[in-house]
């Protein structure tokens, strides 16, 4: 039996006795060395034995570096807060978009806000805040975007809180530009015939189209927003003889002229310098119900206009004047326009297309009128 059986008991026996095991006593890996002792090979003795480390499988190797929270720790300074060098790469002035749809934005250094607003095409900037809108008139558009051609644009005579735009046609070139087609009528009465109206159409309707070539009228009320300067353009193509086609453009302007158009009837164009005799020397507009002229509106197929025992600028007309239909007509055949030019210098070498009765009346293909 072994000696360490016996001196197991002996500790048993003993109660308090506390056994001290001696290294070097002879052993082999098949033999149990005393407690807290372990076969040494090398020796084949018992020895004390250390402890083991332990095997922490899951540390990383001391090359595998920084772990992700010491990087963060390392960029944010344990702190959180992002230093100097990547806030500056961060969201600019522009993040948030503050010009809005009809803009682009770019950060300036020269504006108080840091950034800056660029208008879309067509559209001008806001007076009191950022962003931009859509202009009042074709003379505003001009000068916020002094490149903007001829050509149909959205407007918004009367604010952009009132919601709807009125499209119309801008002459942005001719005598400095900025002109808002108000009316337009044209040869074809099919087309023309429509702007024959009552007085409450007349002031309230858009009425055809004011792309090129198709008759077109501006609701009245807005005309005397559109006049800023209080200017007037009325613009001719004379109708050649031969086959019907256009001649050059005539420009005859008037100035001073102020349009009132009242809810109930009665609308004016006072006050006018008129060298051409545009307005056929009246201040009173007459359409179908309303005016001092409304025989002459009612009796010759003419649209609403400034009628003086009828006209010498006659947006449509019959009578017989025309066999088939009513038309545009003027009997301005030998007054210069804004250039110098005639109804002949314009047809030439053609001739002018005479009214059929053979009067002083010549035809216009087509006849528009622009305020500014």
Not at 124 to 150: F, H, I, K, N
Not at 173 to 202: E, K, N
Not at 310 to 329: I, K, V
């Amino acid at each position: 039996m072994s000696r360490w059986f016996w001196v197991g008991v002996s500790f048993l026996l003993g109660g308090c006795f506390a056994p001290n095991y001696p290294e070097g006593v002879a052993c082999s890996q098949a033999q149990t060395c005393p407690p807290g002792q372990r076969c040494d090979p090398a020796s084949s003795t018992c020895r004390v034995s250390a402890p083991e480390p332990a095997d922490d499988a899951g540390a990383a190797p001391d090359s595998a570096g920084p772990t992700p929270a010491d990087a963060g720790a390392a960029r944010d300074g344990g702190g959180g807060a992002v230093d100097a060098a990547a806030s500056d790469a961060g969201p600019g002035p522009c993040a948030d978009a503050p010009c809005g749809d009809n803009a682009s934005c770019s950060v300036s250094d020269d504006a108080p806000e840091g950034y800056a607003c660029t208008c879309a095409a067509g559209f001008v900037p806001r007076a009191a805040e950022p962003g931009c809108r859509l202009p009042r008139s074709c003379r505003e558009l001009l000068g916020a975007q002094p490149d903007s051609g001829d050509g149909v644009y959205s407007l918004a005579p009367e604010g952009e809180a009132a919601g709807a735009a009125l499209a119309s046609y801008c002459d942005m070139s001719t005598d400095g530009g900025g002109w808002t087609l108000v009316q337009r009528t044209v040869w074809a009465f099919s087309d023309s015939g429509a702007l024959r109206t009552d007085y409450q159409s007349f002031r309230e309707q858009t009425i055809g189209a004011p792309a090129p070539g198709q008759a077109f009228r501006a609701p009245a009320r807005l005309w005397p927003l559109l006049q800023e300067t209080r200017e007037h353009l009325m613009r001719e193509v004379p109708r050649r003889a031969s086959d019907g086609g256009d001649c050059g453009a005539l420009y005859y302007t008037a100035s001073e002229g102020v349009w009132s158009v009242p809810a109930g009837g009665g609308a004016t164009l006072t006050g006018a310098v008129d060298p051409n005799i545009l307005f056929n020397g009246t201040t009173a507009l007459s359409a179908l119900d309303d005016g001092p002229s409304t025989d002459c509106v009612a009796d010759y197929q003419a649209v609403p206009w400034l009628y003086e025992r009828c006209c010498s600028t006659c947006p449509t007309f019959e009578n017989n004047y025309w066999r088939d239909e009513p038309h545009p007509m003027s009997s301005r055949m030998n007054i210069a326009d804004l250039f110098g030019e005639t109804m002949f210098t314009q047809c030439a070498p053609a001739e002018p297309r005479r009214s059929d009765n053979n009067s002083t009346f010549y035809g216009i293909n087509v006849m528009e009128y622009y305020l500014r």
